[in-house]
Nanobody
Framework: QVQLVESGGGLVQPGGSLRLSCAASGSLYSIMGWYRQAPGKPRGMVARITRDGSTSYPDSVKGRFTISRDNAKNTVYLQMNSLKTEDTAVYYC???????WGQGTQVTVSS
């Protein structure tokens, strides 16, 4: 089982940007995704990417978030722009469909 460690979260003002990283202990899965979960809400997918670079996003983040992967570095990224308060959540990376969950990284959007 590949271990995944998320990093790059933090506190940012509305309209700001953050880039999250997901470092894998081995080769990335063929389909990787970023997920988020706010307290009291279900976890949901915010981006996914195939090994050859095809991406998909839900309408809630489309045009603002960009997922990318570097297969040679075994790393997945999530560039988040024009952040909104409703983007506040713990962000996780995982395979798609997901396996077990790691610790994630906290993103807080607040003025």
């Amino acid at each position: 089982q590949v271990q995944l460690v998320e990093s790059g979260g933090g506190l940012v003002q509305p309209g700001g940007s953050l880039r999250l990283s997901c470092a894998a202990s081995g080769s990335l899965y063929s389909i990787m995704g970023w997920y988020r979960q706010a307290p009291g809400k279900p976890r949901g997918m915010v981006a996914r990417i195939t090994r050859d670079g095809s991406t998909s996003y839900p309408d809630s983040v489309k045009g603002r978030f960009t997922i990318s992967r570097d297969n040679a570095k075994n790393t997945v990224y999530l560039q988040m722009n024009s952040l909104k308060t409703e983007d506040t959540a713990v962000y996780y990376c995982n395979a798609f469909p997901p396996g077990s969950w790691g610790q994630g990284t906290q993103v807080t959007v607040s003025s």
